[in-house]
């Protein structure tokens, strides 16, 4: 199965991105010719890799029966210094907040998702060192 989107070329360093039926703009910071007016490319494999372990953990909790009250996953990707600048290690934070979470069921569906069904995870894991942990949140 292919997946397809394109890009199209706006003006300067603006593209309009087409996903599915979906439109955003694409664009670089001033510093580089751009003028801001959309997320840059980069922190938008971040922005995938966070969306497609969310839903896996998410899907995964509620057929174990846990709800939780708050769910947010948190990506940060720290950079080489030298071109082609890439991320060489990914940091994810699932963070929870429920009552009586039971840690076990939050760890298993992040080690699935992790291990065995995102496969942004495994495309990025093959450039990057990726680390979780599960942070639970005072209710």
Partial sequence: MAEKVHTTWIDGMAFEAKVGGFHFTLDAVEAVGGKNRGPQPKPLSLVSLAGCTAMDVISILGKMRV???FFD???EGELTDVHPKYYHTIR???IFKGKDL???KLEKAVNLSQDRYCGVTEMLRRAAEIHHEIVILDE
């Fill in 67 to 69: 709800k939780p009250d």
């Fill in 92 to 94: 994810i934070k699932y």
């Fill in 102 to 104: 039971p840690m076990d």
């Fill in 73 to 75: 996953v948190e990506v």
